[in-house]
T-cell receptor
Framework: KQEVTQIPAALSVPEGENLVLNCSFT??????LQWFRQDPGKGLTSLLL?????REQTSGRLNASLDKSSGRSTLYIAASQPGDSATYLC?????????FGKGITLSVRP | NAGVMQNPRHLVRRRGQEARLRCSPM?????VYWYRQLPEEGLKFMVY????????ESGMPKERFSAEFPKEGPSILRIQQVVRGDSAAYFC?????????????FGPGTRLTVT
């Protein structure tokens, strides 16, 4: 059974700091891995999708890496801003469904 | 191209009533997935449907919950005789008609409150 873990559950950083969010998963037989952002009471915004054959994806200040053999992914956020404050979810896809971690709630202090 | 649409966005039901949640996938998508997010918990897969077929319902509670995706119209998640523990955000996602590593696109969710 696939399990996805995101630690820590919450993180607070000062504005401007570069930061790394970690995600680990137990079963390496995946199609892809997605990082999402969720604001309180809102839906999911897809940030980056990494296919199992890829090592990383970049979008603006975000960079996500995938090491499938070790069951790890990281989301790197450069020059963090207060507007980055949200919960970041990692999800892996195997067969039909996504398995989600519980998320990391990020607070960027002005 | 409109995104995944869900309605209603908020739904309040009394215990024992029925709840019907609707999901219209993105244009050209024929695969629909339902997920549930309970308070203080992560999103959990419920069911995966294609037009007129349930492909994987391994995450669906055994009683009171059902889902359909008819040939015409939206996908429906139906909860009969709701209880307080059904209060959650229900998200629908869709993907193109192919298996493998296609991205799932999420709707804004329906927040169900059972009083």
């Amino acid at each position: 059974k696939q399990e996805v873990t995101q630690i820590p559950a919450a993180l607070s950083v000062p504005e401007g700091e570069n930061l790394v969010l970690n995600c680990s998963f137990t079963d390496s037989a995946i199609y892809n891995l997605q990082w999402f952002r969720q604001d309180p009471g809102k839906g999911l915004t897809s940030l980056l999708l990494i296919q199992s054959s890829q090592r990383e994806q970049t979008s603006g200040r975000l960079n996500a890496s995938l090491d499938k053999s070790s069951g790890r992914s990281t989301l790197y956020i450069a020059a963090s801003q207060p507007g980055d404050s949200a919960t970041y979810l990692c999800a892996v896809r195997a067969n039909s469904k996504l398995t989600f971690g519980k998320g990391i709630t990020l607070s960027v202090r002005p | 191209n409109a995104g995944v649409m869900q309605n209603p966005r908020h739904l309040v039901r009394r215990r024992g009533q029925e709840a019907r949640l609707r999901c219209s996938p993105m244009k050209g998508h024929s695969h629909v997935y339902w997920y549930r997010q309970l308070p203080e918990e992560g999103l959990k897969f419920m069911v995966y449907l294609q037009k007129e077929n349930i492909i994987d319902e391994s995450g669906m509670p055994k009683e009171r919950f059902s889902a359909e995706f008819p040939k015409e119209g939206p996908s429906i998640l139906r909860i009969q005789q709701v209880v307080r523990g059904d209060s959650a955000a229900y998200f629908c996602a869709s993907s193109p008609p192919a298996t493998g590593g296609h991205e799932q696109y999420f709707g804004p969710g329906t927040r169900l409150t059972v009083t």
